[in-house]
C-alpha cells in the first residue's frame, strides 16, 4: 500500500472531524475497517482504531446508535448526552491524521478537527430538534439515514478524491452554518411562543386569526 500524500492527510484530517460530530462510532468503525483490513494505509496515530476490541466496541454502539438517532426525542437526548465526546474526538481523531512526528500540524488539525465536529453537531442537533417539533417521524426517519450515508462517501472522497471532497467540503459548512441559523430561530420562536402560552399571555399566532378587518364607512354590507 502507498502512503497517503499531504491532500491526501489534510483531506482524511477534515473528513474525521467533520464526521465525528454527526457519527463519531461509524467513523471509528469505518477508519478501523479500512486499517485492519488493509484499504488505506492508516497514519501511525489512527492505527490503534483497527484492534479488534475498538472494532467490536465501536461496531457495537453504531448499532445502538443506529435505532436511537431515528427515534424522535430520543434522538435528540442522544445529541445532548454526546455534545460533550463528539467535539473532543473529532480533535483528537483529525491530529491523529499526523501523530507525534508533526507536532505543529498535529495541533492545528486537533484545533480545526474540533471547530469541524462542533460545527457539524450543531447543524445536526439543531435541525432533529426543528424536525422532531413534526408529528409525523418519517421526516426525521430520513434525515437520519442521509447522515447515515454522508459518512461513509466524505471519508471516501477524502482518501480517493481529497479536492473534489474540499470543494463539496465548504459547501457542506456553508450549508451548516445555515442550517443552524435558520434551525435556532425557528426553535427560539417556538420556545417564545410556548412560553407566553403558558404564562396566561395570548398567542399572538392564534389572535391574529380571529383578528378581523374594521369595516369602514365606505364599505358595502356583505349579505
Not at 424522535?72 to 473529532?90: C, E, N, Q
Not at 486537533?110 to 447543524?123: D, K, P
Not at 442537533?125 to 454522508?150: K, Q, W, Y
Not at 459518512?151 to 452554518?177: E, K, M, R, T, Y
Request: net charge positive; glycine share 10%.
Amino acid at each position: 500500500m502507498s502512503q497517503l500524500d499531504l491532500p491526501q492527510l489534510l483531506a482524511l484530517a477534515a473528513a474525521l472531524g467533520w464526521a465525528s460530530g454527526v457519527r463519531l462510532y461509524l467513523v471509528v468503525l469505518l477508519t478501523g475497517m479500512a486499517g485492519y483490513f488493509g484499504w488505506v494505509p492508516l497514519p501511525g496515530g489512527l492505527q490503534m482504531l483497527a484492534h479488534p476490541i475498538v472494532l467490536a466496541v465501536s461496531g457495537f454502539m453504531v448499532f445502538v446508535e443506529f435505532f436511537a438517532d431515528k427515534i424522535p426525542g430520543l434522538d435528540s437526548l442522544w445529541d445532548m448526552v454526546h455534545t460533550v465526546i463528539r467535539i473532543p474526538a473529532g480533535a483528537a481523531l483529525a491530529a491523529g491524521v499526523f501523530g507525534a512526528d508533526h507536532t505543529l500540524m498535529a495541533l492545528v488539525a486537533a484545533l480545526l478537527g474540533g471547530g469541524f465536529a462542533a460545527t457539524a453537531h450543531a447543524a445536526k442537533a439543531t435541525t432533529r430538534a426543528a424536525i422532531n417539533t413534526s408529528p409525523e417521524p418519517f421526516s426525521n426517519v430520513g434525515a437520519s439515514l442521509v447522515e447515515d450515508s454522508m459518512v461513509p462517501a466524505g471519508l471516501w472522497l477524502a482518501v480517493a478524491h481529497p479536492l473534489v471532497f474540499a470543494v463539496l467540503f465548504v459547501l457542506v459548512l456553508i450549508l451548516s452554518v445555515w442550517l443552524i441559523r435558520k434551525s435556532w430561530r425557528f426553535l427560539s420562536g417556538l420556545v417564545r411562543r410556548v412560553a407566553r402560552i403558558f404564562s396566561g399571555k395570548p398567542d399572538p399566532g392564534v389572535v391574529s386569526a380571529f383578528k378581523f378587518k374594521k369595516p369602514s364607512p365606505g364599505d358595502s354590507p356583505h349579505v
